[in-house]
């Protein structure tokens, strides 16, 4: 059975040579586009953008390399969140929408911040949930608390071993994320979590090579506009667990570093909160698209 999200239309978008995007778009109104994060698909939004639909035109994709979008082979910049965020913004385009909200979740906030980074004209507003800028991220993860991390070194490495890993043992490894950071399991219902298994594990190359892209070329790129003091000058707002303190920074600071207009808040919920409390996601999100 393919899940779908209710009253959604499904479209496929070319964003690239080769490449297309499976986009569910729904609802009218000022646009938002929604990214999913690790390892799920746009299916995780499924609350959050049906309450966004009343008064919006919700885009919620599949990311290149996840789901049922195209999963080109990696050139060592395929899957870099450069490449990953122009095609955020060219599928918007491709429907109508030269400006857009844009939010997203794990791997997809680093999508989505690149995008917003490299197209300011385009994103109007920008939210990240649960994750850091990649350079923040690498310089938190140290000592032995950096042990919650240990996917990240293990995808990182050349290409053969983690893919190999990874796909032979893909329920027990996807899984294992899916379980760990989730507070409340119900909130991930089985047939959605056999559904981000079976795509995961279809697709343990491409995420593969999008993580290692975090830990190359993706580290440049922050580096660079790090480096020119660039800033996200759109109103910003983040929401996460409260682990900067377990991890010994200050994570509200990071971020005002590349978002002066920031509004940080943080969730009593797991890691997957999209899911586990929609309401208040959907509220962070009108919240931002108000300022």
Known sequence: MTLTIPNFD???????????????????????????????????????AAALAADHTVIVPDLRGYGSSDKPDDDGETYS?????????????AL??????????????????????????????????????TLDSWTALHGASGAVGFHLYLMAQPSGLPETMIANSADAFFGYFLDLWTKNPEAIPEKYRRAYLEASAAAVPSIVADYRATAGIDI???????????????????????WGAALGYDATALWKRWAPNLAHYTTDAGHFMAEESPTEIEAVIRELLAR
Not at 81 to 93: E, F, I, N, S
Not at 221 to 239: C, H, K, N
């Open 10 to 48: 499904y479209h496929r978008i070319p964003v690239d040579d080769g490449v297309e995007l499976n986009a569910a778009v729904g609802g009218s109104g000022s646009p938002i586009m929604l990214l999913h994060g690790f390892p799920q698909t746009h299916l995780m939004w499924r609350h959050v």
């Open 81 to 93: 969140k450069r490449t990953m965020g122009a095609d955020a913004v060219k599928l918007a385009a």
């Open 96 to 133: 109508g929408h030269e400006r857009f909200a844009l939010v997203g979740h794990d791997r997809g906030a680093l999508v989505a911040f690149r995008a917003a980074m490299d197209h300011p004209d385009a994103v109007t507003h920008a939210a990240f949930l649960d994750v850091l800028p």
């Open 220 to 242: 440049t790129l922050d580096q660079a506009d790090a480096d020119l003091g660039a800033q996200l000058r759109m109103p910003v707002s983040v929401v996460q667990q409260d």
